[in-house]
């Protein structure tokens, strides 16, 4: 059934403005992938003791990002993550990290069993996160002295960086480890036109999420380190316990083709841009569909006026000019660009936009007005943390409307995995529930103990 699907999928001809990184574009295909699902034999060498090829790939990784080390994933940025943060906090330690962090971040914290302490990044009306201020990084840390670590998430998954740098330099002030989750900030060495990586920055640990915007497989990934402060050995420990024992030679053998022909070839990203800039050049023609800033010039993020929403914009450019998106949001949709994309890719979402611009002067305002996707995020109150909620054994389901003021024993997403609207541990208020209501969660498991 799953293959049926895939293949009913690619006869509709969509293109794909969305992950994984290589677009399905036929010049960045390497080899044929079922000959190239091998074992760890003799010359391949091997991911958790790599002294040979693996090695070599991994040495031009950290070239490439300006890292002290680096490391190939295969189980994505979310395995990185969760070592990065079980190899700096342990049991009942804190790290500071924003709360609208990846729920692989969260995963972390359950694995760990360590206390997060939330700041809170500024929410723009359509319901995206800003970038974090330095300032509130040192004040978090102030007030928090104790903390073992800071995670930041910069880019942020709509395209808004980080002054890393500045971030860094308050941590090393304060010697406090510095985690980036910069999963959407792959692409960032290979051009000067895109921001600074956070590896070349110098922070700590920064884990990129390579097939979201390289054209790599999806699973890749890599993660790198910096410095003297974090103990490596630790971290290769815990890398070794979240990532298989059969390591895909598929995905590790297209990062290193990948890469490398990026790497030599920097004409590809010439054309890349120059592709790019003329699509953001013609789409912020329009009068209603309002493209949107970034600091990463590749995310193409639309605000949407009040008289359509996100899924309607979704349904139109799907049926009609078979153009998929990133995501989709009420007020907001994400079209997700990459060096593989074409020439023809750029035209379709160019002319489905101009288009749609168009016909909503004449569309009827949808809904009251009233609903903003901006969730605030800080009205949530953590009542015990999400390893101890995880584990806790005396949970039962109960219907939304009935579990207000209860704690969740379980992670809510709207969109999987993404931002999780509830963690384990959090007391569920009346605005969580009505937001559950909207996207049809119907019932969620809650600690049964009601003295919490």
């Known amino acids: 059934m799953i293959y049926q699907k895939i293949n009913e999928h690619l006869g509709k001809d969509i293109y794909p403005f969305h992950t994984p990184g290589h677009k399905r574009n036929p010049d960045y295909v390497v080899g044929n992938l079922y000959n190239m699902d091998l074992t760890e034999i003799s010359g391949l060498d091997n991911l958790h003791n790599p002294k040979g090829a693996i090695a070599k790939t991994q040495e031009l990784l950290a070239k490439i990002y300006h890292a002290d080390e680096s490391f190939i994933l295969v189980n994505g940025s979310s395995c990185g993550i969760i070592a990065a943060i079980c190899a700096v906090c342990g049991e009942n330690e804190t790290i500071i990290m924003p ?5 692989s971040a969260f995963h972390g914290l359950v694995f760990s069993g360590a ?3 939330y700041y809170y990044p500024k929410i723009k009306p359509e319901g995206y996160f800003c970038a974090v201020e330095p300032f509130a990084i040192e004040k978090m840390i102030r007030n928090n002295p104790s903390a073992k670590a800071v995670l930041a998430v910069s880019p942020t998954y709509e395209g808004f960086v980080s002054d890393i740098k500045k971030i860094l330099e308050i941590c090393c002030k304060y010697e406090k480890i510095l985690i980036v989750d910069e999963a959407h900030g792959a692409h ?3 051009y000067e036109g895109f921001p600074k990586s956070a590896s070349h920055c110098g922070a700590d640990i920064v884990i990129n999420s390579l097939h979201k915007t390289l054209p790599t497989m999806t699973q890749s990934a890599v993660l790198h380190v910096n410095g003297k402060t974090m103990d490596r050995q630790r971290l290769k420990y815990f890398l070794g316990s979240v990532q298989t024992t059969s390591p895909s030679y598929i995905f590790m053998g297209v990062v290193d083709e990948a890469l490398r022909r990026l790497y030599n070839n920097k004409s590809l990203f010439d054309n890349y841009l120059n592709l790019l800039r003329a699509a953001r050049k013609n789409l912020t023609n329009n009068m209603n569909i309002r493209l949107i800033n970034t600091d990463d010039p590749g995310k193409l993020l639309f605000a949407l006026p009040d ?3 996100g899924g309607e914009v979704e349904e139109i450019l799907m049926k009609e000019y078979k153009i998929a998106l990133e995501m989709v949001r009420p007020h907001y949709v994400l079209a997700l660009s990459s060096v593989a994309d074409r020439a023809f890719g750029f035209a379709r979402l160019t002319k489905g936009i101009g288009d749609l611009d168009t016909r909503i002067n004449r569309a009827v305002p949808m809904g009251n007005g009233i609903y903003t996707d901006a969730y605030d995020f800080a009205k949530t109150e953590m009542v015990c943390t999400p390893r101890e909620a995880t584990f806790s054994f005396a949970s039962e389901t109960v219907r939304v409307s009935d579990s207000i003021g209860r704690v969740s024993a379980e992670f809510i997403n709207e969109y999987p995995p993404g931002v999780p609207l509830l963690v384990p541990g959090e007391r569920i208020h009346e605005a969580a529930a ?19």
Not at 436 to 441: G, L, Y
Request: with cysteine; proline share 6%; glycine share 0%.
């Open 188 to 190: 960032f060495p290979f």
């Open 307 to 309: 008289k359509i929403q």
């Open 434 to 452: 009505l937001r559950m209501c909207r996207i049809k969660i119907q019932q969620l498991k809650v600690i049964s103990c009601r003295s919490r």
């Open 99 to 103: 709360r609208n962090s990846h729920i």
């Open 115 to 117: 206390k997060p302490i």
